[in-house]
């Protein structure tokens, strides 16, 4: 049966509950690039409040580095046609962590970008598509986030208990690239195929 709100809007469970999670190509760099504006915006508050370019936008560098190289993974989460956040992810294989220390796991992927647009955040819609990355790449994961970022914090911290209760680690690791800016948190476990274990965190 449907949970309709008055105003014939899906409720929050049935709204995370039709999101849909799948692959991005270079078909969707131009919507990418737009929500790239809005996570890159919301980060700044926790990265040293580093201001957009002259041109009011902020770089997309990144982003466009991941189109055609396997080493990258895009993912591109809709709401009905409307996209409503996605996720970078950086597979590796023997390379070292993220951050480039050198430090990382073996094998496994490290999700470099994650958003989920504000209307729909705290309702399941982040917990549902985290669920189906981490399921599209089974193994070990790291996750990095911000401390003063609390929603994220708590949101990883979870995502990171559904996926291997208990047997999660965390740890600091500086930013070399953003001088006076506090160490981010990196969180490590294992996924297994079906990505995180029934929690009914919803986020």
Do not use: C, K
């Amino acid at each position: 049966m449907e949970r309709r709100m008055e105003d014939g809007r899906m409720d929050a469970q049935e709204t995370a509950d039709a999101i849909v999670v799948r692959g991005a190509g270079e078909a969707d760099r131009a919507v990418l690039q737009r929500l790239w504006q809005l996570f890159r915006h919301d980060l700044a508050a926790y990265q040293g409040g580093f201001p957009p370019g002259p041109g009011g936008l902020y770089g997309t560098e990144r982003l466009d580095a991941a189109f055609g190289n396997p080493d990258r993974a895009l993912f591109l989460f809709l709401s009905g046609p409307s996209p409503v956040g996605f996720a970078l992810v950086r597979v590796l294989d023997g390379g070292g962590a993220e951050d480039g220390s050198g430090s990382g796991p073996a094998s496994g992927a490290v999700l470099s970008a994650f958003f989920v647009v504000r209307g729909l955040r705290r309702g399941g819609v982040g917990m549902r598509a985290v669920r189906e990355v981490l399921a599209a790449h089974p193994g070990r994961w790291e996750i990095p986030f911000q401390e003063a970022n609390t929603g994220a914090a708590r949101f990883w911290r979870r995502v990171a208990e559904g996926a291997a209760p208990g047997a999660w680690t965390e740890e600091p690791r500086g930013v070399p690239v953003r001088l006076g800016v506090p160490p981010d948190r990196w969180i490590a476990f294992r996924a297994g195929s079906g990505g995180l274990v029934g929690s009914g965190i919803r986020t």
